[in-house]
């Protein structure tokens, strides 16, 4: 019997995007082993405990028992410092799929808190292809007078006086805005 056919007609099973208790399995798979450290570009660049999968992992863990906050910073650098590129998975003996984790967590944190406006304003553009366009031109143009990229946080900030009212366009409480 198909999916389909199980749930009726136009239904179908949430998935980890919609709930994010569909990806315990695979926080639950991850035995702590460190063979993640090897493969992962982000930790080959910051070289920090931290950004590996297990310590990912570990946050994530603790979101679910309720020890840590969805707000809490060490939840935003374990979501966003990662390029879900899915290396840590083909070295992982237990077959965490770290990629089901990531973006379990990016689809809860915008279900909590909404988008950005900034990143609102880009997915809403998307949707237009004559004004994605003109953005795209403006953009270019003015990159370099309201921003400032910092490699090392893969984020950009605003440069003064833009960074008054970077609040307001999504940016965090530092001041970045992660890619
Ligand atoms: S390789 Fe897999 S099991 Fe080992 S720490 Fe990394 S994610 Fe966990
Ligand atoms: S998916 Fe994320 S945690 Fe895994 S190797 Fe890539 S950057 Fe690292």
Redesign the pocket.
């Known amino acids: 019997m198909s999916r389909e056919t199980t749930l009726g007609a136009g239904c179908t099973a949430p998935t980890y995007h919609d709930d994010l208790r569909l990806v315990q399995d695979e926080i639950d798979?991850?035995?702590?082993?460190?063979?993640?450290?090897a493969v992962c570009p982000v930790y080959s660049v910051d070289k920090d405990e931290m950004a590996?999968?297990?310590s990912k992992?570990a946050v994530a863990e603790a979101v679910m028992k309720g020890d840590l906050s969805m707000d809490d910073p060490e939840v935003s650098d374990m979501i966003f410092n990662c390029l879900v590129c899915k290396s840590?998975?083909t070295?992982?003996?237990?077959?965490?799929s770290?990629d089901k984790i990531a973006l379990g967590f990016r689809a809860a944190l915008v279900r909590k808190n909404g988008l950005p406006w900034l990143k609102k304003m880009i997915f809403t553009s998307l949707k237009n292809p004559k004004f994605f366009d003109v953005a795209m031109k403006a953009g270019a143009s003015l990159q370099g007078i309201a921003f400032k990229g910092d490699r090392k946080l893969k984020a950009i900030s605003p440069r003064s006086p833009f960074a008054m009212v970077g609040g307001s366009f999504g940016f965090d409480g530092a001041g970045r805005c992660p890619s």
Do not use: A, D, E, L
């Open positions: 798979k991850c035995m702590k082993c460190g063979n993640c450290m590996v999968t297990r992992i840590c998975m070295n992982c003996p237990t077959k965490v770290y």
